[in-house]
């Protein structure tokens, strides 16, 4: 197996020789997968990133980069790679759903991969989906499990309702995304066909982006679905008290109430969205947006435990939730309150 990275993560000269030489003269000309990856200031994980994706069983794709107005190192260290699979196009900063979208329309093929510049592949992630996309071809979306990493700690993703090594087309996609996302902008690929008939990811979020897409595409189309690991998510600790996160994430919530009247699956979804906004402002002591975004919720859709947790004092609240991000930060993953 390739390794583009030396043990301290620093790249070297010998490495970005054996990269030059790894090219791909019988690629066909058009490629099964065409591998979207949005970048922006990841020089300090963008090499690992392709190194995963370099290093897949299944070697039928092209890599598309969309550097994003990157300031940062990223872009000269993937300019060092000397590989016919992987192309990188510029464009000025406006975000990862402008970046993702550009990447599709300079794709070549019929199903696009979604790659973040941080998360990482297992070596047979895109045999995987080729698999899934040759045995369920009535299907829009295919997606994998996949490993949680944050802080050098992992755990699998936990898909409510389905068992370790499940393979199949959805049944319930709302309700099998109650717990951890079965689909994700690392592990999921899509018939481009799709793309264009939801015409992307929404330009109009900069909050809530992904979910918003996903949900899009699963309401006009079949998921299909292996729950075995081909990938990892690199989990990161981003602070959620800043204007943009709570204009927009608002402005998500509220995007589909038209149709959780009529889709109690989706409108249960929506409310563990809501739900967990709703904690997130209370936490930082944001109790209006809070309140508001509580009342929204059907509290049928909650639990016993949820109702009471959103209840507490806001200052203890506080302090669960920062004991709880301490203790994930040690590798011991726990959920407040689901």
């Known amino acids: 197996m390739q390794n583009i990275l030396s043990p301290k993560g620093m790249i070297n000269s010998e490495q970005h020789v054996s990269l030059k030489n790894n090219t791909y003269k019988h690629m066909k000309e058009i490629p099964f997968f065409s ?15 392709l190194e995963t994706v370099i290093n897949q069983s299944f070697n039928n794709f092209e ?11 990223s872009v000269n260290l993937i300019e060092n790679i000397e590989d016919n699979r992987i192309k990188i196009f510029h464009k000025e900063n406006q975000g990862v759903s402008s970046a993702r979208n550009h990447g599709m329309q300079k794709a070549k093929s019929d199903y696009i991969a979604f790659l973040d510049a941080d998360d990482l592949w297992l070596d047979h992630h895109l045999q995987i989906l080729f698999d899934l996309i040759q045995e369920f071809p009535e299907a829009g979306l295919f997606s994998t499990g996949y490993l949680i990493s944050f802080n050098s700690h992992k755990k699998r993703a936990v898909i409510k309702g389905l068992p370790d090594e499940f393979k199949g087309i959805i049944t319930n996609f709302f309700k099998n995304n109650l717990y951890s996302p079965i689909v994700n902008s690392s592990i999921a690929a899509i018939k481009k066909s799709v793309l264009t008939n939801v015409n992307g990811f ?34 990161n600790d981003e602070s959620l008290s800043n204007s943009i996160f709570v204009k927009d994430r608002i402005k998500f919530l509220n995007k589909f109430t038209h149709l959780e009247t009529i889709n109690k699956g989706l409108k249960q979804y929506m409310d563990m969205n809501r739900y967990s906004v709703a904690i997130y402002y209370k936490v ?10 509580y009342d929204d919720i059907s509290k049928d859709n909650l639990s016993l435990k949820q109702r009471l947790v959103y209840h507490i004092p806001q200052k203890i609240l506080k302090y669960l939730f920062n004991t709880k991000k301490r203790l994930d930060k040690l590798g011991f993953f726990l959920n407040l309150y689901r």
């Open 63 to 73: 890599v598309i980069i969309i550097d994003d107005g990157s300031t940062d190192n």
């Open 284 to 293: 930082l002591n944001k109790n209006t947006i809070s309140k508001s975004v």
């Open 202 to 235: 929404d330009l109009n979020l900069k909050s809530g982006q992904d979910t918003d897409f996903w949900i899009r595409v699963a309401l006009e189309n079949k998921v299909a679905f292996h729950n075995v690991v081909t990938g990892i998510y690199m989990k």
């Open 35 to 49: 591998v979207i990856i949005p970048l922006y200031n990841k020089e300090k994980y963008i090499l690992k990133t």
